[in-house]
């Protein structure tokens, strides 16, 4: 596989430097990502990135993940328009172990020739002193050449105004220096040939090869993705809630998924290319089929499926997938049971929510007394109305119907504490005995 010809179909490609090419075609090429472990999980913004360091392997090429555990304690100006919160030590080396845990779901550790690898750059800094830092590495960059990076241009020359930038600390502005010496010490100690990232990291990649030229007189190479924006131009890997993130326990699969599907055709057609590895034929085939019934969504669904699979699993894919459907009136009961609190609570986001007493529960006569007066008249308004419904058939409860008025209330609490309550198609209702 030719990873410059890969990453150009997929849309995935946005520049590198002269040389790269031959460099990736002359044998098994090293090649890193540096990732901040700002936060305990990466999101699906730093998935696009990851998936750089797929293909990277793919193409039979060597990758390594870099953590950041030092430069995680500056913070990278790029892109930014204030400077971040620093995190401590402690928080950050949390973070570090949540994100590596992460990319070994997606890069393989099977030991061979171009077997992937993690490293952290505050190995080799936590040895250097400050003055040391300035005398071996600072010297060989001047401000004037820093200075003329987007990242700290942007920040520096910002207007006035709500949303002005608060400035650039010697801080932030130090982190290129960093971050090319990272590109330095793997390139003298790794063999790394080849620094990639986002296209917004351009300008921080670029200065490490400038240092290997300076202080080894080495020739090093950068190549970065198009970094994914919505179509509002903003990064990619946000919703409304927030960022997406790859850790369940932050963005519960069912979320997760729901957020593929959810997509524009446009952009369900853009990102299936960037987060799968289906190849160009099966993707051209998903497309066609698309377009000859859009309302189907075959795009989103299979961008949604290979996604959620890689991420979590094949088990939590087809759980989201059943949890989907509930509001669609499909599933039963057992579909029920089996959902997580934090999924069942996910698909019912949004639905009217009701708590009402377990001993009260327990001692209510029947259904009818259960849906107006126990609910406090959120679900019907009086006796009658829930009882005219009952009898036309208009209700469930737990996907169980309700066959007649007088009907004692299921004590089969989902999770041992909800009640889904179905009123004709469309209304639902989430019961919570406490």
């Given at each position: 596989?030719?990873?410059?010809?890969?990453?150009?179909?997929?849309?995935?490609?946005?520049?590198?430097?002269?040389?790269?090419?031959?460099?990736?075609?002359?044998?098994?090429?090293?090649?890193?990502?540096?990732f901040?472990?700002?936060?305990?999980?990466?999101?699906?913004?730093?998935?696009?990135?990851?998936?750089?360091?797929?293909?990277?392997?793919?193409?039979?090429?060597?990758?390594v993940?870099?953590?950041?555990?030092?430069?995680?304690?500056?913070?990278?100006?790029?892109?930014?328009?204030?400077?971040r919160?620093l995190?401590s030590?402690?928080?950050?080396?949390?973070?570090?172990?949540?994100?590596?845990?992460?990319?070994?779901?997606?890069?393989?550790?099977?030991?061979?020739?171009?077997?992937?690898?993690?490293?952290?750059?505050?190995?080799?800094?936590?040895?250097?002193?400050?003055?040391?830092?300035l005398?071996?590495?600072?010297?060989?960059?001047?401000?004037?050449y820093?200075?003329?990076?987007?990242?700290?241009?942007?920040?520096?020359?910002?207007?006035?105004?709500?949303?002005?930038?608060?400035?650039?600390?010697?801080?932030?502005?130090?982190?290129?220096?960093?971050?090319?010496?990272?590109?330095?010490?793997?390139?003298?100690?790794?063999?790394?040939?080849?620094?990639m990232?986002?296209?917004?990291?351009?300008?921080?990649?670029?200065?490490?090869?400038?240092?290997?030229?300076?202080?080894?007189?080495?020739k090093?190479f950068?190549?970065?993705?198009?970094?994914?924006?919505?179509?509002?131009?903003?990064k990619?890997?946000?919703?409304?809630?927030?960022n997406?993130?790859?850790?369940?326990?932050?963005?519960?699969?069912?979320?997760?998924?729901?957020f593929?599907?959810?997509?524009?055709?446009?952009?369900?057609?853009?990102?299936?290319?960037?987060?799968t590895?289906?190849?160009?034929?099966?993707?051209?085939?998903?497309t066609?089929?698309?377009?000859?019934?859009?309302?189907?969504?075959v795009?989103?669904?299979?961008l949604?499926?290979?996604?959620?699979?890689?991420?979590?699993?094949?088990?939590?894919?087809?759980?989201?997938?059943?949890?989907?459907?509930i509001?669609?009136?499909?599933?039963d009961?057992?579909?029920?049971r089996?959902?997580?609190?934090?999924?069942?609570?996910?698909?019912f986001?949004?639905?009217?929510?009701?708590?009402?007493?377990?001993d009260?529960?327990?001692?209510?006569?029947?259904?009818?007394?259960?849906?107006?007066?126990l609910?406090?008249?959120?679900?019907?308004?009086?006796?009658?109305?829930?009882?005219?419904?009952?009898?036309n058939?208009?209700?469930?409860?737990?996907?169980?119907?309700?066959?007649?008025?007088?009907?004692?209330?299921?004590?089969?609490?989902?999770?041992g504490?909800?009640?889904?309550?179905?009123?004709?198609?469309?209304?639902?209702?989430?019961?919570?005995?406490e």
């Amino acid at each position: 596989m030719n990873l410059i010809e890969e990453l150009r179909w997929r849309g995935m490609l946005h520049d590198f430097m002269p040389g790269t090419e031959e460099q990736l075609a002359s044998g098994m090429t090293t090649g890193y990502i540096g990732f901040d472990p700002t936060a305990s999980s990466l999101h699906i913004g730093n998935l696009a990135t990851i998936m750089l360091l797929v293909h990277l392997q793919r193409a039979g090429h060597k990758p390594v993940a870099l953590v950041g555990g030092a430069t995680g304690m500056i913070g990278d100006p790029s892109g930014k328009s204030a400077e971040r919160n620093l995190l401590s030590e402690e928080v950050l080396r949390a973070n570090q172990e949540g994100i590596r845990k992460q990319l070994e779901k997606f890069l393989h550790f099977d030991g061979a020739q171009n077997s992937a690898e993690i490293v952290n750059n505050y190995d080799w800094f936590k040895e250097f002193s400050f003055l040391g830092f300035l005398r071996d590495v600072g010297k060989h960059l001047t401000v004037n050449y820093m200075m003329k990076k987007d990242s700290v241009k942007n920040r520096i020359n910002a207007q006035e105004g709500d949303n002005a930038a608060e400035g650039l600390s010697f801080t932030e502005f130090s982190y290129q220096l960093l971050q090319g010496y990272d590109f330095y010490h793997l390139y003298k100690h790794k063999n790394v040939r080849l620094q990639m990232g986002a296209s917004d990291q351009w300008g921080n990649i670029t200065t490490g090869t400038e240092l290997i030229r300076r202080m080894d007189g080495g020739k090093a190479f950068a190549l970065v993705g198009k970094l994914v924006t919505k179509a509002d131009g903003t990064k990619f890997g946000k919703s409304e809630g927030g960022n997406i993130w790859l850790d369940p326990e932050m963005t519960s699969p069912y979320k997760f998924y729901q957020f593929w599907l959810n997509l524009a055709d446009e952009e369900a057609a853009k990102l299936i290319k960037v987060y799968t590895l289906l190849p160009q034929d099966e993707i051209a085939r998903i497309t066609e089929e698309h377009q000859q019934a859009p309302h189907l969504r075959v795009l989103q669904k299979a961008l949604a499926k290979e996604v959620t699979t890689t991420v979590h699993s094949a088990e939590e894919y087809e759980s989201a997938v059943e949890a989907s459907e509930i509001l669609f009136g499909k599933g039963d009961l057992e579909t029920l049971r089996n959902l997580k609190e934090d999924t069942l609570l996910a698909v019912f986001e949004g639905v009217p929510q009701i708590t009402v007493s377990k001993d009260a529960l327990a001692t209510t006569a029947n259904a009818v007394d259960f849906l107006s007066e126990l609910t406090n008249a959120e679900i019907f308004a009086s006796k009658g109305e829930a009882k005219k419904m009952i009898q036309n058939g208009g209700v469930s409860i737990n996907r169980q119907k309700v066959a007649r008025p007088e009907e004692a209330v299921t004590t089969d609490l989902l999770q041992g504490k909800y009640l889904v309550v179905q009123k004709g198609k469309k209304n639902y209702y989430l019961v919570k005995a406490e």
